[in-house]
């Protein structure tokens, strides 16, 4: 069956601009994640989502970074005025249970 | 504060020399310890969940085993298709749903 999909697979943008990541989960399930991986670190939690309650933001580095799921399905990633530090593999998740599983990732270099 | 550390960071194998990677972990509560495999590019694809001390997973070659402080996966007589970074997660009690991540074990398996 589809996995989880993300979209682009690579963005490259210039500092300050705004950009918009995507996710569609797999087919069912309730609960979506975000999480960044940059170099030399681990993957970072930013973002949770589950049905159709307020999504749990503790994980965002910043106001710069929001987040929505629409339909209790599509997920977008917006992050505003990029910095150079934002440059990393943004990874989306989805789950039934507890087994997340994650997509491809979005590869984002901030020039 | 949920921890993760993985060891040894970086491992090389000649093929069929089999050897253990350890995820070490403090969890106020452990709801789940989580095993995945990272290609280069790739996102993470899930192995296995262990839930409880003394629990054990296997697949293939691998086996995962879990204590109350740390997990064990262990690899018999790897294959160069094994090379992969592989990395652990545990998800608190406390911690909602989202997972906190080691910064993974790069095994490399050589013909």
């Known amino acids: 069956g589809a996995g989880v999909s993300q979209s682009p697979s690579n963005k490259v943008t210039e500092k300050g601009k705004d950009v918009e990541l995507r996710c569609d989960p797999i087919?069912?399930?309730?609960?979506l994640y975000w999480y960044r991986q940059s170099l030399g670190q681990g993957l970072e939690f930013l973002i949770y989502f589950q049905g159709n309650s307020a999504p749990d933001k503790s994980g965002l580095p910043s106001d710069r970074f929001s987040a929505e799921r629409t339909g209790g399905s599509v997920s977008t990633l917006t992050i505003q005025r990029t910095q150079q530090e934002d440059s990393a593999v943004y990874l989306c998740a989805s789950s039934h249970g507890d087994t997340q599983y994650f997509g491809p990732g979005t590869r984002l270099t901030v020039l | 504060e949920d921890q993760v550390t993985q060891s040894p960071e970086a491992l090389r194998l000649q093929e069929g020399e089999s050897s253990s990677l350890n995820c070490s972990y403090t969890v106020s509560g452990l709801r789940g310890l989580f095993w995945y495999r990272q290609d280069p590019g790739k996102g993470p694809e899930f192995l296995f969940t262990l839930y409880s001390a003394g629990e054990e997973k296997e697949k293939e070659r691998l086996k995962a085993t879990l204590t109350k402080k740390e997990s064990f996966l262990h690899i018999t007589a790897p294959k160069p298709e094994d090379s992969a970074t592989y990395l652990c997660?545990?998800?608190?009690?406390?911690?909602?749903?989202?997972?906190?991540f080691g910064s993974g074990t790069q095994l490399t398996v050589l013909p």
């Open positions: 997660a545990v998800q608190g009690l406390s911690s909602a749903r989202q997972l906190t």
């Open positions: 087919s069912g399930h309730t609960a």
